[in-house]
């Protein structure tokens, strides 16, 4: 290709793209509004799927990476009633085809693929526009701005790349969710520990639930789901976590106490992350010289498929872009056509069924999965 690609955000999406057109040679850089790779923590586990994330990390020449960073035993799964009982319990006998790894693990994998310079930290977008003839400009907080023929926006659910292509907004879903940590847990919160088991916890009310998983060092990982008006979650005074998790656990009132300590006994201040998504169906007629990836394309509530439908986006652009050196706009054109279709197909794949309206639905859900 004759134009560099410019890509907006050092995500997974945004990450995989740029290996993949590394291995065929082909220059982008990334430009990351975070000032450096630890700017921050970067999520917890991610299960990594044999049908999408998985062939991402294939086509990124990255398997043995992948391997040695996977946690063993964490497909284990457990869904508990609100009492405590188990009523769904599946250990990890090594044969699922979804092992979990650390999110910040998997980028940093994806980070030292790159030649150095790739990404560019501390470059917040801020605006784009369109100069005609394919070519965009990016304008970043510090005032500085860069203009190419190739722009990629992988720059999440409130893109600045997005408003080029449809004026499609992400809307909030009328549930949120409030991440807590427990550390040492076999040590400190034995009872919690037990029910969480191996791998992931769910414990599940129609309007409420708990997740929790085992990441690396005995750390519990949960997250907190109610269904609330914006309003609700803006009373909690995040500035006093006490008192914010008092109230948060109150709607939980009755549950079992060693499911409750997600919410009440966390090291970490409760983390607020209201859920949005975009209009089902977003499309976009084609734009010349820009596209969309991962989230920044077709952000959905949590379904379990978001990660690895950006690495495949990136993963499927790359190798689009790789071959159709002479003719990007057939590329991107192609890559759109099939990115739309895999993110229809992948809508109903995973997450919790919009006809399941009580934990026994959740386990017969879950009971038929297993069945070959």
Do not use: C
Not at 24 to 40: D, G, K, L, Q
């Amino acid at each position: 290709m004759t134009t560099d690609v410019t890509i907006i955000g050092a995500g997974l999406g945004g990450l995989t793209l740029a290996r993949v057109l590394h291995l065929h040679r082909i220059p982008a850089t990334v430009y990351e509004a975070e000032p450096s790779p630890t700017a921050r923590s970067q999520g917890g586990l991610l299960d990594i799927h044999d049908y999408n994330g998985q062939l991402a990390i294939k086509a990124a020449d990255l398997t043995d990476e992948f391997r040695a960073i996977v946690l063993d035993g964490r497909q284990a799964m457990r869904i508990l009633d609100s009492d405590g009982t188990v009523l769904f319990d599946k250990s990890d006998d090594g044969t699922g085809g979804r092992p979990e790894v650390q999110r910040g693990e998997l980028r940093q994998v994806l980070l030292d693929s790159l030649p150095p310079g790739t990404v560019r930290w501390g470059r917040k977008a801020t605006r784009t526009r369109a100069l005609g003839e394919g070519r965009h400009e990016v304008v970043f907080a510090d005032g500085a701005s860069v203009v190419t023929g190739l722009l990629v926006g992988a720059d999440g659910a409130w893109s600045r790349v997005r408003p080029l292509l449809t004026a499609a907004e992400p809307a909030y879903t009328g549930r949120s969710v409030v991440e807590t940590y427990l550390y040492d847990a076999a040590t400190r919160h034995p009872a919690t520990a037990k029910a969480v088991g191996a791998g992931s916890m769910i414990a599940f009310a129609p309007d409420r639930e708990i997740f929790a998983h085992r990441e690396r060092d005995d750390t519990l990982h949960a997250y907190v789901g109610l269904s609330a008006p914006q309003d609700w979650f803006a009373a909690l005074d995040l500035t006093d976590p006490a008192a914010a998790a008092a109230r948060i656990a109150a709607r939980f009132a009755g549950w079992a106490p060693e499911l409750t300590a997600l919410i009440t006994a966390t090291d970490t201040a409760p983390a607020l992350r209201p859920l949005y998504a975009l209009p089902a169906k977003t499309r976009w007629d084609r734009v010349p010289g820009v596209t969309l990836l991962g989230d920044a394309a077709h952000l959905a509530a949590p379904n379990g498929e978001g990660a690895n439908l950006a690495m495949l986006d990136g993963a499927e652009l790359g190798r689009a872009l790789a071959a159709r050196p002479g003719d990007p706009e057939a590329a991107l054109a192609a890559y759109e056509q099939a990115m739309f279709e895999r993110v229809l197909k992948s809508a109903e794949i995973d997450g919790i069924d919009p006809g399941v309206s009580t934990v026994h639905d959740l386990v017969a859900a879950f009971t038929r999965h297993e069945q070959p």
